[in-house]
């Protein structure tokens, strides 16, 4: 162990449990050898020593299992390429299902699977218990294996992972606690530490529970907080075989893994006990948090009965330790929004010995290269809201969020705590009209609508939900009449000044050099030409833009403007989400209704598709757009927010009239993926392009002046797609599509659903997806194919199209 603190690094990574290991291992394997770990007390002393070491490999989505997959092959030969013992061995695993709704879960996830090439079988009740003796399988529906999941020893693995990264060139300092992370005009400069200062280029935070304090010292949001973990070991077993697979019994919230000889039940109960609320210990190191049997006795009790053999053994261990868990189950990864070669990664949630490696990976890869290596949106550390630092909303959604882990993946499941916390202007009055609230970034969202005498509330299940119908008469109004949605979750940024142009045209792909009162929409490419974001821009005057974008990604985008104007630049970006409500009137009669309440002329002629101006609205002025993300004639009204009720109250009154009705957010997915509307982080995101996308109809290569992104779009325009996402439409009207869903083409996988509904006015449920093809994908590939979509084990056939299946030359839109 070095003695004295070198003065300068690299980078710096803070925390030495299994994830900080792995960042230096990986940093070193890339040729970033100059990397210094600190650990404040010693190696995995804060929550990897006492870690289960069950190493998964199905995720819920292809790049999460990549990097599961990655970790469990760098387990396996990582003690040949160290000479440090890991414990790992592949024992495979056996997920049980004891009700049909898990088992149907199940069966999706082993369709899942195969698109990403990852053996999971589904097996019968007999073979589980010929895998599993000593488990009752009486009430057990039906099972899923994974022959490949693994488990291994948690302190020996990170010592193996910090012995690669000695050996790579790396220096790991224990007993040395960072006290400060420095920074200059929002970029890293170093740390300071109990035993001396480090200049550094780069600092990562893999501190576990302490992360998101020592973030916040810094400005930066990680939003996680301790949850105490329980599991107990046995006394040894004669004869119990040490190649028994790990066992998930989820909806016993409840998983074993034979342990040298002994077994270890562990629990992912309903309601957790949120810990350190106060603050946790200077003193904290290898501690053990006080037992509360009566918390854990429901769960003993049923896994009892599912292995009778615990009435008989002793328990060598009941352990109860702290572990960092996320608001949305999600752990935190990549580069702060707001501090520049800041990145991190914690909040695990009980899964970091299975994700370290391929969490280590793609942080090396990304800051020698500077961009994630794959779209890793779903766990970026930039969808974080401010907000969700809250210490009481954190006490209050972890609580529900460790339970998540085992309770049911049902769609459109709603969280249940920590909810109310963004309420637009409307919400008081959406719900007296029967709006059943989802919580979406913090927002409280309408997304359907229950009719007089029906209990606004979700029942859950994988076929159609109780609210089905109801959404189903929103989506019709849409089409053959007139509705109205709250849409005030739109995030809203303006950029003011004289070269707010200038600027915004380098960023966007389509041209933003348009007249004031126009409506562009546009994407934002990074070099390799994926697409960072998908927003519309509207010029209000010669120096003054409004971006609109999607509220989940508010953070996110406006980090990527912010980063991407010029030095210099005169212009102004501020974020004005919470100064506009947004109600959306759309339908075929959507004109005639607005035309009786405001003295501005909306014919075609005056007020064409894509044209934004102010108008006259009750008592108020606001911001009419003839935009739609639902196929059909409609405006969005943006409004101050004091003035949104008011508006809100006239349109309901003249709406009457007309038959107007509610229509939530699950009616408005269904109605754009009828239109084969993009959303981003499901259908495009930063590893897609336009091209790929099938979006150059809205990108301008030839602009004056270019884009970010368009040498590398025009070279892939030379090569030729690999792969382009088509709209399909199954045969059979019943099954339901949400995403990850194999496309068999010709008996081949070739791709999978990137997001799906049910398409009212079509007749049967939707989807988009990738089709993918080595040698390139051409229209005619695309449309010669015969098409399958894999739903819970099962085939359906579908149509394939390159063009929008609802009103495909765009006649509704623009009538």
């Not at 108008?615 to 409004?639: K, M, P």
Request: with cysteine.
């Amino acid at each position: 162990m070095m003695t004295a603190l070198p003065k300068t690094a690299s980078v710096v990574v803070i925390g030495g449990g299994v994830v900080g290991c792995s960042v230096a291992y990986h940093l070193t394997e890339v040729g970033i050898t100059d990397t210094v770990l600190l650990e404040r007390k010693q190696l995995t002393s804060g929550t990897t020593w006492h870690a289960a070491g069950l190493v998964g490999q199905l995720r819920g989505s292809q790049n999460m299992t990549k990097l599961a997959r990655y970790t469990a092959d760098l387990y396996r030969d990582l003690e040949t390429k160290t000479g440090q013992a890991t414990g790992f061995k592949q024992n495979g695993s056996i997920s049980i299902a004891t009700t049909e709704g898990r088992f149907e879960e199940l069966k999706r996830m082993a369709s899942m699977a195969k698109v990403f090439d990852l053996p999971v079988h589904v097996i019968s009740v007999d073979e589980v218990r010929e895998r599993y003796p000593l488990i009752t399988t009486d009430d057990v529906v039906g099972a899923i294996r994974i022959p490949s999941d693994g488990q291994t020893n948690p302190v020996d693995v990170t010592q193996a992972l910090a012995k690669g990264a000695r050996m790579g060139g790396a220096r790991i300092f224990e007993d040395t606690k960072v006290t400060a992370i420095h920074h200059e005009r929002g970029r890293i400069t170093g740390v300071s530490t109990d035993a001396g200062d480090i200049k550094a280029d780069f600092v990562v935070i893999c501190g576990g529970m302490w992360t998101r304090d020592l973030a916040a010292t810094i400005g930066v949001d990680v939003p996680l907080h301790a949850c105490e973990h329980y599991y107990i070991v046995t006394e040894p077993i004669p004869d119990l075989p040490r190649d028994l697979p790990s066992v998930r019994d989820y909806n016993a919230c409840a998983y074993y893994k034979e342990d040298a000889g002994k077994i270890l039940l562990g629990a992912f109960e309903p309601k957790s006990k949120p810990w350190g609320m106060d603050g946790i210990p200077e003193s904290f190191c290898f501690d053990q948090l006080p037992d509360d049997f009566d918390h854990f006795q429901p769960i003993l009790e049923m896994a009892m009965r599912r292995m009778p053999i615990l009435e008989d053994v002793g328990i060598q261990t009941f352990f109860c330790g702290p572990e960092s868990f996320t608001p949305d189950v999600r752990y935190n990864l990549g580069e702060a929004p707001n501090m520049a070669n800041c990145f991190v990664a914690a909040g695990l949630n009980s899964i970091g010995i299975q994700s370290a490696g391929g969490i280590g990976r793609v942080l090396a890869d990304w800051i020698k290269h500077g961009h994630p290596p794959m779209d890793l949106w779903e766990v970026d550390v930039r969808r974080n809201l401010p907000f969700q630092t809250n210490r009481k909303y954190l006490r209050d959604r972890v609580s529900e969020s460790l339970g998540l882990l085992y309770a049911m993946h049902w769609p459109f499941r709603q969280y249940e705590t920590g909810r109310g916390v963004r309420r637009s202007p409307l919400y008081d009055r959406v719900q007296a009209a029967g709006a059943c609230h989802g919580s979406a970034f913090g927002w409280e969202r309408p997304n359907w609508y229950a009719p007089a005498g029906v209990e606004p509330r979700y029942e859950y299940s994988y076929g159609r939900q109780n609210w089905f119908e109801y959404s189903a008469r929103e989506h019709l109004a849409v089409r053959q009449n007139v509705a109205l949605f709250d849409q005030s979750s739109f995030a809203k940024f303006r950029l003011r000044g004289p070269d707010a142009m200038r600027e915004l045209n380098r960023i966007c792909a389509n041209n933003v050099d348009v007249a004031p009162g126009r409506i562009v929409y546009t994407q934002w490419l990074n070099d390799r030409a994926g697409i960072e974001a998908d927003l519309t821009i509207t010029r209000i005057a010669e120096d003054d833009y409004m971006v609109v974008t999607s509220g989940e990604t508010e953070v996110r985008d406006f980090a990527y403007l912010q980063r991407n104007l010029s030095d210099g630049a005169r212009a102004q970006l501020f974020n004005a989400t919470s100064g506009l409500a947004v109600i959306s009137v759309m339908g075929p009669r959507s004109r005639e209704l607005l035309q009786t309440l405001t003295p501005d002329d909306l014919s075609h002629a005056a007020f064409p598709f894509a044209t934004s101006r102010e108008i006259e609205l009750g008592y108020a002025r606001v911001r009419a757009s003839r935009i739609t993300y639902v196929g059909e004639l409609g405006y969005e009204l943006y409004i101050p927010s004091e003035f949104a009720v008011g508006v809100y109250d006239t349109l309901i009154d003249a709406g009457r009239a007309f038959d107007l009705v509610h229509a939530g957010y699950h009616a408005l997915d269904s109605l754009r993926i009828e239109k084969a509307y993009r959303h981003w982080g499901h259908d495009v995101c930063d590893e897609d392009s336009p091209l790929e996308a099938g979006l150059m109809f809205v990108v301008r290569p030839d602009k004056p002046g270019g884009f970010i992104g368009r040498d590398a779009l025009l070279h892939q325009m030379e090569q030729g797609r690999r792969r382009a996402l088509v709209q399909f439409l199954l045969d059979d009207p019943e099954p339901l599509l949400y995403h990850n869903e194999p496309i068999w083409r010709d008996g081949e996988i070739v791709g999978y659903i990137s997001s799906g509904n049910y398409g009212h006015s079509l007749g049967a449920a939707v989807g988009l997806g990738y089709v993918g093809h080595g040698d390139g994908v051409s229209d005619e590939f695309v449309l010669s194919g015969t098409y399958e979509i894999e739903v819970a084990c099962e085939r359906i056939g579908a149509k394939a199209s390159l063009v929008p299946l609802y009103d495909p030359d765009n006649r509704r839109i623009r009538a």
